[in-house]
């Protein structure tokens, strides 16, 4: 984050090409000042730009690369295209698939590496013991688990997709809300 004050030329120049280095554009670089609305509230951190890359774990199956994708996609529908995910091996972060019998979560978000409010690293663990008999419901708990990559916290408005219980038998949404949307819309000031 860049904070209006008086640089000395060298620090300014540095202040420049950091900005350049780390892929960002100068839109991206930003502190998101409304951080709540209806039905959504801002995670704290986000992914730098509307366009995010990530890399399977050699764990994945072909069945939760196509949950994935089709998360992913349904967030580019939502939003006319404005925010988009591509593979990529050589991107920090990663999408892994593992069979926790013992664990709570469906899926889970980590930030794992932070600068600001923006997520450097990040990845994306989807429990495919609890998820086993999900069908296409997986699509929707990857959409929820992309939300996280854009901002977004976890909701108690059961009609949103940042639904905190969504992948316990409660919640409605399909895809993102439009409570969703505008949190995003906010963040990105889209």
Avoid at 79 to 104: C, V
Avoid at 121 to 147: L, P, T
Avoid at 153 to 175: H, K, N, R
């Amino acid at each position: 984050m860049l904070k209006k004050k008086s640089f000395g030329t060298f620090s300014a120049l540095t202040a420049v090409c950091l900005l350049l280095l780390s892929n960002a554009s100068p839109s991206s670089a930003h502190t998101v000042s409304t951080t709540s609305g209806s039905c959504w509230s801002y995670l704290g951190t986000h992914n730098p730009s509307t366009s995010a890359t990530f890399k399977y774990h050699e764990s994945v199956t072909s069945t939760y690369k196509t949950a994935n994708a089709n998360g992913i996609a349904k967030w580019k529908s939502a939003t006319s295209s404005k925010l988009t995910a591509t593979e990529n091996s050589s991107s920090p972060n990663t999408i892994l698939e593992y069979w926790g019998t013992l664990s709570p979560y469906y899926a889970y978000h980590t930030v794992t590496g932070e600068s600001g409010e923006h997520q450097t690293s990040w990845q994306i663990d989807y429990n495919a013991y609890k998820m086993q008999n999900f069908g296409s419901f997986r699509d929707v708990i990857a959409a929820h688990e992309w939300g996280h990559v854009w901002g977004l916290d976890e909701s108690w408005c059961a009609q949103v997709l940042m639904y905190a219980e969504i992948g316990d038998g409660g919640g409605t949404a399909q895809g993102p809300h439009s409570a969703d949307v505008t949190g995003v819309k906010t963040i990105y000031g889209f």
